[in-house]
């Protein structure tokens, strides 16, 4: 598979103005990135559920954590929604091959008064 056969979503940023250097130079190179990951989770699967926190430093990009039961899966872009659920059935299809529906459930786990109110998003395989 070379790189510019591997779709990737396009992202949109709520920074306005110049690009970083450090973001020119992934922007520019989205495909092989993508196309590195996915050698790296051939040799490696990732696990069911994670994600990685970044900090973006201007001229570099590091990661600080990793969460392997992370909320926000209502965060998604809905312009991704096709890219998700086509994820969601490769994995399953490696993972849970006999899995036939998955359950989402959202639910609240704390509120502060007239500040936010946290939600705990979970993914229930049937």
Known sequence: ???????????????????HHVEKIILNQVATIETWFRQKWRE??????????LRHAGFKLAPVDTNLFPAGFNNLNRDFLPLCVQAAQSVLDDYLPTCKKICYCRRATRVIVFIYRASLSCVIFL
């Open 44 to 53: 490696t699967p990732p696990p069911l559920t994670s994600s990685v926190d």
């Open 1 to 19: 598979m070379q790189a510019e056969d591997v779709p990737v979503p396009h992202l949109t940023t709520a920074h306005y103005g110049p690009l």
